[in-house]
């Protein structure tokens, strides 16, 4: 049994960007040498989020129109009367979906489905570089 | 310190059907042996979600009305009209639930309160075979 | 690896009161002696959740808005029509939010961004004694 940490890079667009990071974590895993137990990604800060799509056009499409609509960036939040962020709305969104996605992994890999990734979406109102952590923990 | 992959494989209905599986995971918690620790579970593929409820039939029959009008089976979705699935929905609600859920046991049981089940919920557009992957980490 | 096992009592006001809980996180890893692996924050009963948040007054107001908006205390729910709880509302939100977050630690520090607080949200309609678990797994 042991623990292996690991970090993601990416740059974003932010205005939720919906980036498809399983590759890299599929290779990150690999270089861990565990065959089984699970992964945990975490994005440090409050604009961020993680979970799981079919990563193709129209369904990124549609999940940044549903945030769009169910928290829309203007409409007044005392967040953006406070702070004049204009970020309110990529707060919420993030406090919503949770900064946390846990995957487990059997025989050296991830048990996604076939048409099943791994996002991590930026919600910010702003192009921001992420570092995200991956905690791998199994034998 | 050891890891315990198991499985549970349940029939469902689709259309937001939302099912008990609390007994199979303490089921499965007492195949371990393991006293202490957390089970992750996970569901392969990007039209299910996983969370806990009080498990009665008001509740559910709340919670399906909900999905239902947050994110509306009729409305158009760029998914829908790219590849004629008609589980748009059915997967936004996926990505919006989370594929997963990690739960602590002690002393061999889990930690939830009497009212607390854990709930799978199918939210595609027809039934489903599934197949859950129990990911136990502990000792 | 080892596990190590704690708990947080708190009493919350109900009604979706937002309770920063991120020193006591703090605290009890310190009294683990882990240096690396993940801590599960999961509340037992069915009426609360567990995300992150930016942790200022501004922000705890627009997430109270947010869920007052989306799931209504005074909307018409079966749960409260069979049983007479009055408290529909809150198993919806806590049903939505999940009961569970996992945060990895690495030098003995969470990896909690600056501005990222751990937040308990209490959705029950009324004062709650809680005991929140803390699960921590690593080495």
Chains 1, 2, 3 share one sequence.
């Not at 960007?17 to 690999?30: F, G, K, N, P, Y």
């Not at 900064?99 to 192009?127: A, C, H, K, M, Y």
């Amino acid at each position: 049994m042991g623990v292996a940490t690991d970090f993601i890079s990416i740059k974003t667009r932010g205005k939720t960007d919906i980036i498809d990071i399983t590759a890299d974590v599929c290779e990150r895993l690999s270089g861990t040498g565990l065959a089984k137990g699970c992964v945990t990604v975490f994005v440090s800060g409050s604009t961020g989020g993680l979970t799981t799509i079919e990563y193709e056009p129209a369904l990124v499409s549609d999940t940044k129109t549903f945030f769009d609509k169910l928290i829309p960036s203007n409409a007044p939040y005392a967040h953006d009367a406070t702070w004049g962020d204009a970020n309110g709305h990529s707060h919420l969104r993030s406090t919503l979906l949770g900064p946390s996605l846990t995957v487990p992994f059997v025989d050296g890999e991830l048990t996604l489905g076939t048409w099943q990734q791994i996002i991590f979406i930026d919600f910010d109102n702003r192009p921001r570089n992420r570092k995200l952590i991956l905690q791998f923990i199994g034998e």
